[in-house]
Nanobody
């Protein structure tokens, strides 16, 4: 059974930090790109960052570049999203997802490229 389990969300003040984790199981982790998406109330789902589990290449949306860092521990089949200098506009439910279309997924963060999704974790940044 494929599972993606996010953790690490919570409430933080603006300027603070959180680290999200995405623990994967049930598929060959090294063959997938793992991405983080977020969705705020009333807004479309937005791609935040992704990492190729095979070569470690990364992608960041402009809105988080320089503040968020994605990393992968392949031994633990876990991807992390370190979020620093958080802003109220970062408030959203954050989802991790896995894509077998690694090359395409690293070029553009399209939700339709992702095969498996986690249940999401809430991140709330207060002003």
């Amino acid at each position: 059974e494929v599972q993606l389990v996010e953790s690490g969300g919570g409430l933080v003040q603006a300027g603070g930090s959180l680290r999200l984790s995405c623990a994967a199981s049930g598929f060959t982790f090294d063959d997938y790109a793992i991405g983080w998406f977020r969705q705020a109330p009333g807004k479309e789902r937005e791609g935040v960052s992704c990492i190729s589990s095979s070569d470690g290449s990364t992608y960041y949306a402009d809105s988080v570049k320089g503040r968020f860092t994605i990393s992968s521990d392949n031994a633990k089949n876990t991807v992390y999203l370190q979020m620093n200098s958080l802003k109220p506009e970062d408030t959203a439910v954050y989802y991790c997802a896995a894509s077998s279309a690694t090359a395409q997924a690293m070029g553009v963060m399209m939700a339709t490229l992702y095969d498996y999704w986690g249940q999401g974790t809430q991140v709330t940044v207060s002003s």
